[in-house]
């Protein structure tokens, strides 16, 4: 156990070097995996930041960063199953490989509906890179091509996951208890 700002985290899930080695790994695969064309990496903020600034630092090829911003969690640790888009990326997506960077899939909403709002816009190609995945999607999309690591089913936070926007900045990640 230990405590950060007053406040009880549990176990650590994933540590420092486990996740800059997968990390690593992630870079060098989608680097591989576009050895042409135009590259936008999409931040789905707030969780992806984290993990978003270190993942484009592997990627050796010129790309371009925008971030996307929606809405899927209050302070509850449970989905509201509603997708808010607050920010629209001003970049044109049209004619791009996209990579969709996000923090963890849990229900798979969130996925949903930003693919479907990802793939009006006419991209050359969409992909999601999901640091975490709890495995939970009957059926993932075929979009969701690199994922950083199977999730245990607990409230993880840290690396950018928040509960409650708090413990984003934890440099590893781990449940809550
Ligand atoms: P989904 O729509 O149910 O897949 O939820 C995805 C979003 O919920 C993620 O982008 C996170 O912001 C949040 N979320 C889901 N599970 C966790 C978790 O274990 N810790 C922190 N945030 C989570
Ligand atoms: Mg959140």
Do not use: W
Request: proline share 4%.
């Amino acid at each position: 156990m230990r405590r950060t700002g007053g406040t009880r985290i549990g176990r650590i899930v994933f540590d420092e070097a486990t996740i800059a080695e997968r990390v690593r790994r992630l870079g060098q695969e989608i680097t591989a995996a576009y050895p042409d064309g135009e590259l936008l990496v999409l931040g789905l903020l707030k969780g992806s930041f984290v993990f978003l600034a270190d993942l484009v630092r592997q990627i050796e090829r010129t790309l371009q960063v925008d971030f996307i911003v929606a809405s899927s969690y209050g302070t509850e640790k449970t989905s509201s199953g509603a997708v808010r888009l607050l920010y629209d990326p001003m970049a044109q997506l049209e004619g791009r490989h996209i990579v969709l960077v996000e923090d963890i899939i849990d229900t798979g909403t969130t996925l949903r509906c930003l693919l479907d709002l990802l793939r009006a816009r006419s991209p050359e190609s969409l992909a999601v890179c999901a640091l975490l995945d709890k495995g939970l999607i009957a059926e993932p999309p075929a979009e969701l091509r690199f994922v950083g690591f199977q999730a245990p089913k607990a409230f993880l936070v840290g690396y950018g996951l928040d509960h409650a926007e708090e413990y984003r900045h934890l440099p590893f990640i781990a449940d809550l208890s």
